[in-house]
Each structure stands twice: as structure tokens, then as C-alpha cells.
């Protein structure tokens, strides 16, 4: 009985499975203009059907190829945890298709960034005023490409530690005609000594040991310049305890840490940012924390 009861379970969650993976190979085919083989092809088209008729309509090449990064991440990093079960945790991630899936994928922090800004004139303003944006752990580049083509008026530094991502980092900026305006560094964040040079900063807190947590925002509010904003992501509530599980294992065996909204606020606000608030953009999976370097 017990085997039965497994084998049911893994043919109840292997629906989503699938059903997931036929709107990548969907959004793959769309972009890559081709059509495979003609019956797999038709019933690709009814499984999309049936999952939801419209669900594609009004996305534009950008945001199909975000969500295709997004489903490729989670695919690969499935399959690692598969493979690899015993791996020490942290990010180990040399794979061309992981890391560029993944950075794709990051794209969708910028318009969050956006949705705040709607709501908030004085990020808004900081957005269209000269300044420098910081994107910390800019994997291989593709928010900070995102961040300089989104807001003319800002210049960008992309800091990450991972040889691997930066290398595919310089060749996505080489392709992308903002090359004058994005700087990458090979960096840690807790290694950072700039004073009062950035404008804005971005820190993607999932990807963040807990350990390091305060030495990051002591780093961060230093290298603010004064009225500077940090906007900081986390993970929203996950729906369901099985998603809140998974969402924490994915989180820890990559390193970081699952964060909730109101931690980072306590820490925040204990080392001086003010306008500490948090926002959930509409429809997204994540929350944004943001504050201010006091003037």
C-alpha cells in the first residue's frame, strides 16, 4: 500500500511538472521561431489549451524570455538536487544554460523596481536622475542590462565573487549596446569599500547567507550616497506549506537564506536606514524591502 500511495503522489505532482515544461518548450519554440515535429507540435498546442488559452497572449520577447529563464533555473536546479542530493550547500552553478537561465530570470526584479517607483515620486525621481545603480551579485549581467536600458540616466555596477557568471556577464554586455554605461567587478559584497557613490541599490537577499546579513547592509548604507535608496528582494509568502518547503530548500542548498520581509525591516531600521517599508509588487512572487540612507 505504502508504494501504491508513492507512485499516486508522483503521478499527481508530475502533472505540474509537465505542464510547466510544455510552456518552456512553448516559449522556446515561439522564440526561436520554429515548429518541430508537426503532431508534437499540435499537441503541445492542446496542453497549452488546456492549461489556460490565453495564457500567453500580450507577452512581449522580453518577458517570454524571462519566463523561459525562470522555468530553465528551476528545471537545472531540480535536477541537481536530484543528482545530487549530498552537494554542500551554495552556489557551485557553472553551468552556461543554469547561469544564464537564471539571470534572465532576475530581469523581473526591474519592474518591481518599477511598480514601487509608481507609488513612491522620490525613488521615481532617483530613477530618472543621474545617479549609479548598484546590482549586487549580478550573476551574468542580465538585470543590470535590464536596469541601464529601463533608466538612461543611471550608470551601473554589477558586483559578483563567481568567475563563471562574470565571464558570461561581459559577453551578454559586449552583445547588448550598453556597454558605456554598465561597470562589472569581480566582487564580493561584504568585500565593497565605496563611500557615497550609488544612488540606488539592489540586493537580492535569497542568494545571502544569514551569517552575513548585517556586515551586507553596513556595507550597503555606507556606499549610499545621502538619500540614497536600498531596495532589497525577498521571497513572498509561499501559498501553501509544500511551496514554503521548497521555496526555503531551493534557497538554502543555493547558499542563501529563506529572509521574511519583517527581519530585514528590524535590521534595517536598526542600522539607520529610515522610510523603511515593504511592497509587493502586483501579481509577483517576491516583496520588496526598501530604505533610505538618512540625509
Avoid: C
Avoid at 127 to 144: E, I, K, M, R
Avoid at 169 to 174: D, G, I, K, P, Y
Avoid at 200 to 224: C, E, K, M, N, S
Amino acid at each position: 500500500m505504502a508504494f501504491d500511495t508513492l507512485i499516486a503522489a508522483i503521478r499527481r505532482l508530475n502533472i505540474s511538472v509537465e505542464a510547466i515544461a510544455a510552456i518552456g518548450a512553448e516559449l522556446r519554440l515561439r522564440g526561436d521561431g520554429h515548429d518541430g515535429d508537426p503532431l508534437v507540435r499540435d499537441l503541445l498546442r492542446r496542453v497549452m489549451h488546456e492549461i489556460d488559452p490565453q495564457l500567453l497572449d500580450g507577452v512581449d520577447v522580453n518577458q517570454a524570455a524571462t519566463a523561459l529563464g525562470i522555468i530553465q533555473a528551476f528545471f537545472r536546479q531540480a535536477v541537481d538536487l536530484l543528482e545530487n542530493p549530498t552537494r554542500p550547500r551554495g552556489w557551485f552553478y557553472d553551468d552556461p544554460v543554469v547561469l544564464q537561465a537564471q539571470g534572465q530570470g532576475s530581469r523581473v526584479a526591474i519592474r518591481a523596481i518599477e511598480a514601487a517607483a509608481a507609488e513612491r515620486p522620490p525613488l521615481r525621481e532617483v530613477l530618472q536622475s543621474p545617479g549609479a545603480f548598484l546590482d549586487v551579485g549580478t550573476g551574468v549581467g542580465w538585470l543590470a542590462i535590464e536596469a541601464a536600458r529601463s533608466w538612461p540616466a543611471l550608470t551601473v555596477v554589477g558586483i559578483d565573487p563567481w568567475e563563471p557568471s562574470l565571464a558570461l556577464a561581459r559577453t551578454n554586455l559586449a552583445a547588448s549596446g550598453a556597454a558605456g554605461r554598465i561597470e562589472f567587478r569581480a566582487q564580493a559584497i561584504e568585500d565593497l569599500e565605496d563611500r557615497d557613490a550609488f544612488t540606488l541599490a539592489y540586493l537580492p537577499l535569497p542568494f545571502l547567507p544569514g551569517t552575513l546579513i548585517d556586515a551586507v547592509l553596513q556595507r550597503v548604507h555606507r556606499a549610499l550616497a545621502r538619500d540614497g535608496f536600498l531596495v532589497a528582494l525577498v521571497y513572498a509568502p509561499q501559498p501553501s506549506a509544500l511551496d514554503a518547503a521548497l521555496t526555503a530548500l531551493r534557497t538554502v542548498r543555493g547558499g542563501g537564506h529563506p529572509w521574511e520581509t519583517s527581519e530585514i525591516e528590524e535590521r534595517m531600521r536598526r542600522l539607520d536606514f529610515a522610510e523603511v517599508e515593504s511592497f509587493k509588487p502586483p501579481g509577483a512572487l517576491v516583496h520588496l524591502v526598501l530604505g533610505r540612507r538618512a540625509a
